[in-house]
């Protein structure tokens, strides 16, 4: 579903405002190894008020932390002054854009299912381990100090045994005490009434459109993304279209794009449709699922960009 436009998604969420630096440190406030305070999949409601426990501390500071290197999973290497950066998995992790808000305090691992995504993710972030799987059977014979899963990507999967199977697939690459952090779907009776939304943004020299929909069918949320070429001469960065937002300029659409032959001057309008189906998992099914997959599980309600956030930690 990324193939054509995958060269786009960062100019498309940086037109959007999309605070990927914010987001990061958001998250690290739960990657701090401390005890857990376990919520049952049934009492979640009572449990989610959205407060970090003050006394939880960042990967940054266990990484310079010295009680001891095994407590931490942090590990001394012969000839070097500083014990090695923790080790952090993101799942499904698109472009990289939040493994590259971390670079320099992790070592950066990714998966994705999407050759198009990661092809961008290596360009960005050429000392990153980047690895083409899906969430379900993915295996890369080591273990991490923490796991992120963004975006709501966890809807991607069509069913409650695939969700279960998906978390306990990242359970199992966590280190003791290493933490699991999942952005679940937006809750449907947030969605705004199905309608078509448009906003304008730019790629390289290029200005485009993306026309939105959403709907909600049974347990899918239905969403339907077209993007339009609208013009090749250049605007000014604060210069915003009637109604919109502005703007903005991130880069050069990528050889063999859809659009980079129109982008080099032809006329004629280019169009990628985009179909998507996510799944709008309950939280009593996320909370589930990391229960079954033996991880002592937390909720956030607020979490890094408003719609919540589970914390699953290996005991």
């Known amino acids: 579903m990324f193939e054509e436009w995958a060269s786009l998604y960062d100019s498309v969420y940086a037109a959007k405002g999309k605070d990927y630096a914010a987001e990061a440190e958001y998250l690290q406030r ?3 190894p401390s005890a857990s305070v376990r919520v049952s999949a049934q009492a979640t409601s009572e449990r989610a008020r959205g407060e970090l426990p003050s006394a939880r501390r960042t990967l940054s ?52 299912s999407s050759p ?3 092809a961008v993710a290596r360009h960005k972030l050429p000392g990153a381990s980047l690895f083409l799987s899906n969430m379900t059977s993915f295996e890369l ?22 969700l279960e199977r998906a978390i306990e697939r990242m359970a199992s690459h966590l280190s003791d005490d290493g933490v699991l952090l999942v952005e679940p779907p937006i809750a449907p009776e947030r969605l705004a009434p199905p ?67 129109q982008a080099a001057g032809s006329a004629s309008p280019v169009e990628i449709v985009d179909e998507q189906a996510m799944r709008l998992f309950s939280d009593s099914e996320i909370a589930r699922a990391m229960e079954k997959a033996g991880l002592d599980v937390e909720h956030d309600s607020r979490g890094p960009t408003g719609i919540g956030l589970w914390i699953g930690r290996k005991p």
């Open 61 to 112: 500071e266990v990484a310079g932390d010295s009680a001891g290197p095994d407590r931490h999973h942090t590990h001394i290497v012969p000839g070097l002054d500083e014990p090695q950066l923790p080790a952090l998995l993101d799942v499904a992790c698109g472009t990289g854009e939040h493994l590259s808000q971390l670079s320099g305090r992790f070592q950066l691992f990714g998966v994705d």
């Open 116 to 118: 198009e995504m990661l």
């Open 195 to 261: 309608e078509t939304t448009r906003f304008h943004f730019r790629h390289g020299g290029t200005r485009w459109e993306r026309e939105s929909s959403a709907r909600v069918e049974g347990e899918f949320l239905r969403l339907r993304f077209t993007y339009r070429i609208v013009g090749h001469e250049p605007l000014a960065g604060a210069e915003s279209f009637a109604g919109h937002e502005p703007v903005v300029e991130i880069g050069p659409v990528a050889a063999g794009s859809a659009g980079a032959s």
């Open 141 to 162: 014979g080591r273990s991490f100090d923490a796991i992120t899963c963004l975006f709501s990507s966890i809807g991607y999967l069509r069913s409650v045994s695939m």
């Open 30 to 32: 739960w990657m701090g």
